[in-house]
């Protein structure tokens, strides 16, 4: 599995970012498609809770992401 990062920007100031695991990029882009124009919800990392209307959004950008260890320094 893969880590992917999708971010969805409402303007030039604000967005969310969502950390999403599975087998592709092309799995990532199927899921972000397949969950245009209605409501979603997630739980970050942090334990907070979202719901997002996607058809609010203006741009999605979806990228491989690689966490660092910040515990190996």
């Given at each position: 599995?893969?880590e992917f990062k999708i971010t969805y920007?409402?303007?030039?100031?604000?967005?969310?970012?969502?950390?999403?695991?599975v087998e592709s990029q092309e799995e990532?882009?199927?899921?972000?498609?397949?969950?245009?124009?209605?409501?979603?919800?997630?739980?970050d990392s942090r334990g907070i809770y979202?719901?997002?209307?996607?058809?609010?959004?203006?741009?999605?950008?979806?990228?491989?992401?690689?966490?660092?260890?910040?515990?190996?320094?």
């Amino acid at each position: 599995m893969k880590e992917f990062k999708i971010t969805y920007f409402f303007d030039e100031e604000h967005y969310i970012r969502r950390f999403i695991f599975v087998e592709s990029q092309e799995e990532a882009e199927a899921l972000v498609q397949s969950e245009r124009d209605q409501y979603i919800s997630f739980t970050d990392s942090r334990g907070i809770y979202h719901e997002l209307d996607t058809g609010k959004v203006r741009v999605t950008q979806i990228s491989e992401y690689h966490r660092i260890d910040k515990t190996k320094s």
